[in-house]
């Protein structure tokens, strides 16, 4: 156990592996720590991490996706203790997050389920390569994935999980221009996130995780954000070989920390995975 909070957890390599895998189920954060570049800290069983740290990963390559993005996420939903017994849910200290991503605000209905099966469930992610295959069915003669592409497996997710809340078509159109007002807000709002914008970043993340479509858009908007300057990318498609090292072997593309991430793509490609996802939700359903 660490003498304090920000010093870092002494891991084995199988708790590594179990944290990466089995609680940080996103492909970014969960490929953070399996290959070290993100620190974990309190203790191997209740994980947290700095926020700071996953933002300066996510700023990698000159650009702002991790202090404008990275950093709301992780405010917004993941800023509580979630193996507290019977304390409920105690805030995290600040200035960390929980890596225990099943469970949390972020974790909903309608997922992939590439890493995570029951959102409810609390450090039982694990890797389901059908599920991945699934993903990989959308990718064009070229091995990418297009923004369109993505838009249909989010529907396909949605249709096929009767949990899943996804908002009317006509609610869809008023609900994405509040988004874009949040977003205004809290990613193009200036750079003070710890103080004045605490109620914007809860207002948008609470959005977020309302309508299972929108917080899945925003969640593949952020790998679209990721990726869209790697050498493996054209015209806005990523490489499915890109997404596979981070979904399947935790490992991030050559190269990753010297492209630019900016958070104005990860507007614009959720924006447009909303809209995709919507048209091809409703019209299955009518």
Request: charged letters at 25%; a negative charge.
């Amino acid at each position: 156990m660490p003498e304090s909070i920000d010093e870092p957890v002494r891991l084995s390599p199988t708790q590594q592996k179990e944290i990466a895998e089995r609680m940080a189920t996103c492909p970014f954060v969960g490929t953070a720590v399996a290959t070290g570049l993100l620190q974990v800290l309190n203790t191997a069983d209740n994980p947290l991490a700095s926020i700071d740290d996953v933002a300066r990963l996510g700023d990698s390559g000159g650009g702002n996706l991790g202090t404008k993005v990275l950093k709301l996420f992780a405010r917004g939903n993941h800023s509580q203790m979630l193996n507290a017994g019977d304390g409920g849910r105690p805030d995290v200290p600040h200035g960390t997050f929980n890596l225990q991503f099943g469970g949390s605000q972020g974790a909903h209905a309608g997922h992939s389920g590439i890493l995570l099966g029951d959102p409810e469930e609390v450090g039982r992610g694990r890797l389901d390569p059908p599920q991945f295959d699934r993903l990989a069915e959308h990718a064009d003669k070229n091995g990418r994935l297009s923004i369109d592409a993505v838009g249909d497996f989010i529907a396909e997710n949605l249709e096929k999980d009767p949990k899943r809340e996804v908002f009317p078509a006509s609610k869809f159109i008023r609900d994405t221009l509040r988004l874009v007002r949040e977003v205004k807000d809290v990613v193009f709002g200036g750079d003070d996130l710890e103080t004045e914008k605490t109620e914007a970043i809860a207002a948008l993340t609470k959005l977020l995780g309302a309508d299972h479509l929108m917080g899945s858009a925003g969640e593949w908007g952020l790998l679209f954000a990721f990726l869209k300057n790697s050498p493996s990318s054209a015209h806005g498609d990523i490489a499915l070989a890109d997404v596979k090292m981070m979904f399947v072997d935790k490992k991030f593309p050559d190269g990753w920390e010297s492209w630019e991430k900016d958070a104005f793509d990860w507007v614009t490609a959720t924006s447009r995975l909303a809209t995709d996802a919507a048209f091809a939700y409703h019209l299955s359903r009518k």
